[in-house]
T-cell receptor, first 113, second 111 residues
């Protein structure tokens, strides 16, 4: 009964380092998304995917890269970490189509020093 | 202007009170509408979908006015456990995987 699994849960990076946030789902969902949440703000869409091999940019894509080689996995890469990328990152998946609920992972709390 | 805007919070209410949250969206082509609940920066969880005819789930009632591009959530007989941040969420067009979130309204229910 895993649902959406995000790793790591916490991470501290130095400015300029790169890293990959992992997201995996076991519900065979077509749609997967990455959001970031900053204090006092709602979630903002970074990148999303409507199926394996298909990705598109969201509201705040700069500084992030994604790929979707399988239905299950949707990793988010920070190319060169900046303090402005300090945030809580949520991965979500859904079956697609209107009114399908999104299932969220527990989040990754990322600090860039 | 933000695509989805909510009442600024926080709302502080006593147990048993009725509280209403309002939300407006700017994209008239938006297709589906939701209220999510988020506790203490944990992951958001779907509270209820919002349909054109309005819908109710126990103490919670959601309304949608497409002409005014307005969504509301009414909580009756509020409980301590209702304390959370309520997020208004909209899907632009027929893109079920893409959600646009409002900034959220914090609710604190006091004994």
């Amino acid at each position: 009964n895993a649902g959406v699994t995000q790793t790591p849960k916490f991470q501290v990076l130095k400015t300029g380092q790169s890293m990959t946030l992992q997201c995996a789902q076991d519900m065979n969902h077509e749609y997967m998304s990455w959001y970031r949440q900053d204090p006092g703000m709602g979630l903002r869409l970074i990148h999303y995917s409507v199926g394996a091999g298909i990705t598109d940019q969201g509201e705040v894509p700069n500084g992030y890269n994604v790929s979707r080689s399988t239905t299950e996995d949707f990793p988010l890469r920070l190319l060169s970490a900046a303090p402005s990328q300090t945030s809580v990152y949520f991965c979500a998946s859904s079956a697609g189509g209107s009114y399908q609920p999104q299932h969220f992972g527990d989040g990754t709390r990322l600090s860039i020093l | 202007r933000k695509e989805v805007e909510q009442d600024p919070g926080p709302f502080n209410v006593p147990e048993g009170a009725t509280v209403a949250f309002n939300c407006t969206y700017s994209n008239s082509a938006s297709q589906s509408f939701f209220w999510y609940r988020q506790d203490c920066r944990k992951e958001p969880k779907l509270l209820m979908s919002v349909y054109s005819s309005g819908n109710e789930d126990g103490r919670f009632t959601a309304q949608l006015n497409r002409a005014s591009q307005y969504i509301s959530l009414l909580i009756r007989d509020s409980k301590l456990s209702d304390s959370a941040t309520y997020l208004c969420v909209v899907t632009p067009g027929d893109q079920g995987g893409k959600l646009i979130f409002g900034q959220g309204t914090e609710l604190s229910v006091k004994p």
